[in-house]
């Protein structure tokens, strides 16, 4: 009788199966040295990429693997390790089983309020730490927010991550990000701080209670234009209390935002919901 394929590898590590694929390949392994699961994340550098382009790729990818490995917070997923094999760039991840925010609300629709601060704090108390360790996150979004099937709340993907503490490996005028979710200064391509990353989770946090999101458009161009210019309107399921932190962390300018991580999530304790 003929022995069993042996499972393909990456590094250390042995290949389970495909899980995810976008910009790069995630896939579910087993680390033997270790005895764990983890997600592999590999670049995927797309047929017919220029050589600038593939050193940028490269680049980012290991500037996530350089901030999220900076980074050890319960309510951020761990990094382990970043490794290159045979011109094949991956990094080694806690693996996260559960949904993201954004199959929880396309699924349930809205949270209810209590639920929604639930979450926005466990996503605060992520970022204080990545703040404090010079990390914007400038991607807070449904797709990045893992719900584990023990209800604990993990922000994943530093993928466009500013490490402060770096020379900025955007060019000025370049916009990163999910529209939807982008602050001001985000859209305009410019200079931006942690005050960036609150004004996100205000739309986070807007759509979990009303179940869509304060700032609509049918195109990124009318989208943007309601980030720089439109007022969200108060849902009917939100207290006076919680409005005034939303109001408070979608200002327009991040100077009248809450000044931290922290400061917002004292502001929800504050603010109830009735």
Known sequence: MSSPTPPSTLGKYQIIREIARS???VYEAYDPQMDR???????????????QQIKDRIDRFE??????????????????????????????????DGHTLRNELDTNGALGPERAI????????????AHDQGVIHRDIKPENIQIL????IKITDFGIAR??????????GQVFGTPSYMSPEQVKGGDLDSRSDLFSVGVLLYEMIAGQKPFQGDSVISITYAIMNAEPVQPSQ?????????QKALDKSPMLRFSSASEMSKALDEAGIH
């Open 23 to 25: 910009n790069d390949i």
């Open 37 to 51: 699961r983890v997600a592999l994340k590999e670049l995927n550098i797309p047929n017919g990429s220029t050589p």
């Open 63 to 96: 500037r996530e693997a350089r901030a999220a490995g900076r980074l050890s917070h319960p309510n951020i997923m761990t990094v382990y390790d970043v490794d290159v094999e045979n011109e094949r760039h991956f990094m080694s991840m806690e693996f996260l």
């Open 118 to 129: 639930e979450v926005a704090k466990a996503i605060l108390s992520g970022l204080q730490h």
């Open 149 to 152: 099937s023990n209800g604990q």
């Open 163 to 172: 490490l402060t503490f770096q020379p900025n490996i955007t060019m000025d």
């Open 238 to 246: 939100c207290s006076f209390g919680l409005w005034q932190v939303i």
